[in-house]
Nanobody, 120 residues
Framework: QVQLVESGGGLVQAGGSLRLSCAAS????????MGWYRQAPGKQRELVAG???????NYADSVKGRFTILRDDAKNTVYLQMNSLKPEDTAVYYC??????????????WGQGTQVTVSS
């Protein structure tokens, strides 16, 4: 059984910063790609940022230059550093990870979501 547990959401004023964390635990052989998605009310879930096991990153155009995704493989943890936050960044943020539980099997896992609210 694998779990992703997120933390770090909250309420912040526009221009402020937040750091999200997501730790994977359980029966893990290897963590492959990790990422952060978000879903605002009435909108579809969208990719915010992703990072491969090799450290390659990709970002949504709307967050480039403001958000940074990092990973600590020793802790099976991915972070999202969010700077210069805007009201339009308000959403529930979800952690996602592609995890191998053994040599042959891998699954896609999601965290429970953490609310980020940016006030104007």
């Amino acid at each position: 059984q694998v779990q992703l547990v997120e933390s770090g959401g909250g309420l912040v004023q526009a221009g402020g910063s937040l750091r999200l964390s997501c730790a994977a635990s359980g029966s893990i052989f290897r963590v492959n790609r990790m990422g952060w998605y978000r879903q605002a009310p009435g909108k579809q879930r969208e990719l915010v940022a992703g990072i491969t096991s090799g450290g390659n990153t990709n970002y949504a155009d709307s967050v480039k230059g403001r958000f940074t995704i990092l990973r600590d493989d020793a802790k099976n943890t991915v972070y999202l550093q969010m700077n210069s936050l805007k009201p339009e960044d308000t959403a529930v943020y979800y952690c996602n990870a592609d995890i191998q539980v053994d040599v042959l099997r891998k699954f896609d896992y999601w965290g429970q979501g953490t609310q980020v609210t940016v006030s104007s």
